[in-house]
């Protein structure tokens, strides 16, 4: 099965070295770019890419406004969309996954992690760039109200659920959580499906935003 993106991104070089990265791989095809935001928004909708890449900073409409109409609450039939940038800053971080998207990959993180977070979000999947998810995940856990001994109410989740939740905190892939629990791949994936549904999440990167911000985690996710 080939994998479809638009591209978004205001610097023609850009664009095309993007383009290059991924039509290296056999099972991803680029089929469409734009220069601006509005742009990105028209052909996203008119073309329906399984993932659209898409810069922050961008004429016409930023890449959180573009976020926000292709992917976020809003959004009829909601895309999937990866946020792509050279700035690691916390305000397009937070805007970036709470206007929807799956994925936050810094331009410098190199091809692989690029190529990765495309087909995880094409799988349902989502990926922070690692350098960026330990950051998130601690302020998430600093800015946290701390509940009162007895005061937090127990979470609609099975302990398995709970166990999986966790490990999503942690960075962990489906595969791993396999792994360290002993359970199947599509085992995995059934817990995490249920988990979304229960606590009306859209992915894990809000499971994981949940989990933290609830302080059923770790203090140290590593």
């Known amino acids: 099965m080939t994998i479809t993106v638009l591209i978004a991104d205001d610097q023609a070089m850009i664009r095309r070295g993007l383009r290059l990265i991924l039509e290296d791989q056999p099972d991803i095809t680029v089929v469409g770019e734009a220069a601006d935001g509005a742009d990105a928004i028209a052909l996203a909708r008119r073309l329906r890419p399984d993932v659209c890449l898409v810069d922050i900073r961008m004429p016409a409409l930023d890449g959180i406004e573009v976020t926000r109409a292709l992917a976020g609450p809003e959004a009829v039939d909601p895309l999937r969309v990866i946020v792509v940038t050279t700035f690691d800053l916390d305000e397009y971080v937070y805007g970036a996954l709470r206007g929807g998207a799956v994925g936050f990959v810094l331009k410098d993180a190199g091809p692989a992690l690029l190529i990765e977070a495309v087909r995880a979000a094409h799988n349902g999947e989502a ?47 489906n595969q ?44 140290d996710p590593a």
């Open 176 to 219: 791993e959580i396999g792994s360290e629990l002993f359970i199947s791949l599509s085992t995995v994936k059934g817990h995490v499906s249920g988990i979304q549904a229960k606590l009306g999440l859209r992915n894990r990167v809000e499971v994981a935003a949940w989990a933290w911000e609830n302080r059923f985690v770790d203090t």
């Open 127 to 173: 990926l922070v760039s690692p350098s960026i998810t330990l950051r998130l995940l601690r302020h998430l856990n600093d800015d946290a109200p701390r509940p009162r001994s007895g005061s937090r109410q127990p979470p609609p989740l099975t302990g398995r659920e709970m166990e999986v939740v966790r490990a999503v905190a942690r960075g962990r892939t």
